[in-house]
């Protein structure tokens, strides 16, 4: 029996009363697509059997630097995190999977966690360690780096903690261990980049010979923050060179927040894809720097495109072609289970729209450099509103087509505020 948060009877009550609206737009955008050539069903069947995985510590209110504003209600617990997650994947039929973070999910039972996570439907994605912050009791401190750490016994804590990521992940079932390190510098002079990038290698090294033989490591590159004069995994060219050292099995991971401004991320995919190294995402959207801001809220653009060179990759996987998705965002203001259900949607819109390009003409546009006819091709799909097609797509599998509407008559948030513990005040994502 799967356990249902929301009440089911809720969903299908709030559908009827849209289904006639939805319909109607759905059989416009289908005429419209047909004149295109473009078959909407199988448009909704893609739609239908793509994913993004969102993080258990987005479940919470984030914070900035400054404070944390906490939302009554909110989940204190990896158990009232997956509790939150099945919401989303209730409403909004996109989101199975819960990447975990070590040690903030930690439990006793793994194996019981992972059918806790089973009985709402959902299941674990990649496993992130974390050696960015000291735990209570841990003997070595990160404060001058983890992995990267001059210091022998803290680069062998950090390993073995990646390495207890990588056990727990089996009892979880995932297959997948996202190393991001804060590990860099706030002074000019203050290590080697040289050979700080080495012990980093070395290190990593390490983590990567305890990984099972059908595991991927993804290493997650980050030009700043907490190091703010220079990081060692900073760029994508750092990542990519690690990851070529490291082997077959390790890969980059893009975060869309951790680049330059102005950054041609979309490039950078088309790069990795290109050398087989592009492991996966972090979608998060900014304005100014990592500024971790719901997935395209400030540049839907630039999702789109990022999900077009998906598209091209896919249809040309040289090789190799599975990369991980995952939401990465912290949620200051709103509720989190709202801004990953619109971010979900938003992700899913960019994927979908992706493969409204007419690649054929696309390509025939390039090939003769007609410049105008390739970028109206492409503008065409971005400006298609795919959304009758994710919503039909949502109402089929069970979930919500206003999904916001339900959830706020689901009063769920209110309802947790009451049996839910308080949060702190305490400042950052945790
Ligand atoms: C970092 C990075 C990692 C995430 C932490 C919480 O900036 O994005 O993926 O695990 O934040
Ligand atoms: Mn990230
Ligand atoms: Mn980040």
Redesign the pocket.
Known sequence: MQNTVISPDLIEQDNAARLDALEEDYAALSRALERRGIAIGQVKERAKDWSVAVPSWGAGRGGTRFAKFPLAGEPTNIHEKLEDCAVIHQLGRTTPGVSPHFPWDRVEDYSALREEAESYGLHFDAVNSNTFQDQQDQPQSYATGSLSSTLEPTRRQAIEHNVECIEIGRHLGSDRLTV?VGDGTNFPGQQDMGRSFDRYLDAAAEVYAALPADWTMMLEH?MFEPAFYSSVISDWGSSLMAAQELGEQCKCLV?L??HAPNVNIEQIVARLHRAGKLGGF?F?DSKYG?D?LDSGSINPHQLFLVFNELAEAETAPRGGFDPAYMI?QSHNVTDPIESMLSSAETIAGCHARAWLVDREALHAAQESNDVMLAFRTLRQAYETDVGPILAMARMEQGGAIDWLGTYRASQHRERKAQERRAVGLGAGIV
Do not use: Q
Request: aromatic letters at 10%; glycine letters at 10%; charged letters at 50%.
């Open positions: 991001w980050k975060d927040g951790h972090h998060n990592d971790d990465d």
